[in-house]
């Protein structure tokens, strides 16, 4: 049995937990915060891929539990025209469909599942250096504890501390620039199906809203900042100041989205866009990198909760069946490296759509409408939302 040492206690190291503990390992979670991320964090829609990769964990119906179902998304237009509307993955052969969820909502889902199922986790253990020998690695945190363990997993997202361990020069994360925010309004009776994601290329900005299951709306909207903000010309923007901006942003639409602002209590913060076009070195040693850690994806290509937990279930599989550790993560990373990499140039290529200036949005808005005035031949997404892994298939080495 291995112990296996997660950094980062978050969706994809929760994940990764539940993994290597059906493959028959000793996880332990270490969490930086002193707490739990109830209430942290926007929405997401997870993918059919992903739901796929959590079917041998016993897991999709936790998932289903938390969020609601998103069969379709609808592509529009700032100037009211309705292009198209197409399912959102299509379903598993049991008709799963992508699952919309706050993510504190699946966070808590699945640290209470991975309780249930004995995963020890620690709280208030933010890690602060690594080291490993020929047989083990040792965790060192800020509150002068360590631990030790036969390898080192770091999930621990963005801003990575296992990534700069593993590889002190690493590349940073790279600036898309878009901002992000969003919210949930109430009180408004908007004419849409339940579940479906309304997206609309603005004539100023990209904003998105689903009406879920219990009337409430919630949206996000992506506004164009070429320059990377600061923290605290990102304090500024906060608040009514960001309201009035985005009603200035969607003011030239004909949509709900003003209203759906209005009708809104609290507006999320907005928040800088990042992915990493490739990380050189993912594992050294005992050590290795996963999820956004690894491979961050803008969220315009709506799979980076997907790809993490494809990368758990990938790395249990080869945890369990290729018995030397380094072997193991090298095997782990050829399956993984292509495709993610794949995913995140979607994702730069989706977000780069929703930065553009108003002679690129008349051209840009020529072709999406040309694009979708007759049905596609092969669905360019195909190869995000049709992967398979398949858990009692031996890896190969």
């Known amino acids: 049995m291995t112990r296996a040492l997660i950094i980062g206690g978050g969706v994809a190291g929760t994940i990764t937990a539940i993994a290597l503990h059906e493959a028959g390992h000793e996880p332990l979670l270490f969490e930086a915060y002193d707490r739990g991320a109830e209430g942290v964090g926007a929405f997401l829609t997870l993918a059919v891929n992903g739901l796929d990769a ?11 539990s938390a969020g609601f179902d998103s069969p379709r998304m609808s592509i529009g237009l700032g100037n009211g025209t309705r292009l198209a509307e197409f399912p959102l993955g299509g ?18 889902a699945l640290r209470d599942e991975a309780a249930r199922r004995g995963i020890r986790v620690e709280y208030g253990k933010r890690l602060i250096g690594a080291s490993q020998t020929d047989t083990h690695v040792r965790a060192d945190f800020s509150d002068g504890s360590h631990a030790q363990g036969d390898l080192l997993i770091g999930a621990d997202g963005l801003r990575s501390r296992v ?59 992506n506004p164009a900042r070429k320059t990377e903000p600061t923290a605290s010309e990102l304090a500024k923007l906060a608040g009514e100041k960001l309201r009035t901006e985005l009603l200035h942003l969607v003011a030239r639409d004909r949509t709900p989205a003003a209203e759906i602002i209005r009708a809104t209590r609290e507006i999320y913060p907005a ?46 599989k080869c945890l369990r069946d290729v018995p030397d550790v380094e072997r193991a993560l090298t095997t782990y990373e050829k399956l993984r490296r292509g495709r993610v990499e794949a995913v995140v140039a979607a994702g730069k290529r989706n977000g780069d759509q929703k930065v553009i200036g108003p002679v690129g949005r008349v051209v840009r808005d020529f072709f ?11 669905d360019p997404n195909a190869f995000m939302w049709n992967h398979h892994i398949d858990w009692d298939e031996k890896v190969a080495v």
């Not at 999820?291 to 290509?301: C, I, L, M, N, V």
Request: glycine content about 8%; aromatic content about 10%.
């Open 91 to 108: 379903a598993l052969p049991d008709g799963t469909v992508s699952q919309t969820v706050l993510r504190s909502d699946l966070y808590v």
């Open 271 to 316: 928040w800088p866009t990042y992915d990493f076009p490739t990380v050189p070195v993912w594992h050294r040693g005992r050590m290795v990198i996963i999820g956004d850690a690894a491979h961050a994806t803008s969220p315009a290509a709506g799979q980076g909760a997907s790809m993490a937990i494809e990368d758990a279930v990938t790395l249990g």
């Open 163 to 221: 990534r700069t361990i593993i590889d002190p020069d690493a590349p940073s994360p790279r600036y898309v620039p878009l901002l992000n925010t969003g919210g949930f309004a109430e009180g408004l009776d908007l004419p849409d199906e339940p579940g479906v994601l309304n997206m609309v290329f603005g004539k100023r900005v990209f904003f998105c809203h689903v009406v879920s299951t219990d009337g409430r709306v919630w949206w996000f909207a």
């Open 54 to 64: 959590l079917l041998p964990l016993g897991l999709k119906e936790v998932v289903r």
């Open 368 to 378: 999406i409408k040309r694009v979708f005035s007759k049905p596609f031949k092969e």
